[in-house]
């Protein structure tokens, strides 16, 4: 039994503004006046710097050194969970906007996954014994089984404070789950992985989703949908052979959705380009979504835009950045609802 409407709009998280207080507020406010039916907290850190910084702070073995972050020892659990900030800073805007409440379905929270986490971190002394470097070039902690269960129960202490904070959507940003799976599973066995990513979501009570940008392989599709996620999202726009990899069966009979690229967030600037060479227009925008409904069922799909759209600050400035993606929304707001 589906539980979110079909066609549902959502974002992955990050836009391209400065890190501060007006600036959450700003970016999570447009989203809502621009119809997005359940925004994400703006994610205007590094996602890997939101979790990886406090974690050092509390984990003493794990040691930031310019922006690199190293492993020395095994560790323990931190009894002290981190990540609540975002949670506040969502019940705080409604305290300061409760009018807008009405306007959503929801609201959503992204933490980083315990793969692409362990992926990011170095290991040295003991930490690195007898560890062979793959794919990487040292060892990383993504190679010892028990560092990246380690990080799947901090991604779980998190989902949970999220999801008692009653946030509806709690997505895993794990890119790195493309890299390490292909035809097939490098470093780990896919039994390890599922397991790895049904304890991350373990006390998500609402919706659990993870997120997985470039091309999906079938051994990744099979292990995501083998998983208890509830929404699996994807680029379909930069990565349009993702619709030669998923099929209807794999959710009209489950509980899972679909979140479909629908525009795109990889945009290199044009000379002498304008807003409307960036952003889709409506009717590309209505025939893509279309496409999606033939492919996937109208109920299974969730419409959202490929990846997070922080890249965009480097390439346009800010200024110009946020406008791109405010236009983006918009237009993917009235394709969907003119669908609909």
Known sequence: MKEIDGLSTTVVGSLPLRDTPGNMYKGFKDMIEAGIDYP??????????????????????????GHQFYL????????????????????DFFKKYPDLKDKIQGTKACLTGPFTLASEIILRDSAANDITPIIFNEPRAIMVDKFVERFAEIARNIAKLYNDMGINIISLDDPILSVIIGRKSILHDDDFIIRILNKSISEIKNFSSIHVCGRISPKLRDILLSSKVKILDH?????????????????ETTDKYLAMGSVKTNIIPLQNGTINDYVEDIEYLINHIKKGIREYGKDNLIIKPDCGFAPLRENFGEKLGYEIVLKKLKNMVLATQKIK
């Open 40 to 65: 994400c907290y703006p994610q205007l850190k590094s996602m890997l710097s939101s979790f990886l910084d406090p974690l050092s702070e509390i984990i003493d073995p794990l040691k930031k050194v």
């Open 72 to 91: 020395e020892s095994d560790f323990k659990i931190p009894n002290k969970t981190i990540g609540f900030e975002y949670g506040n800073f969502i019940n």
């Open 235 to 251: 680029e379909f726009c930069t990565s349009e052979s993702n619709f030669e990899i998923f099929k209807k069966e794999h959710f």
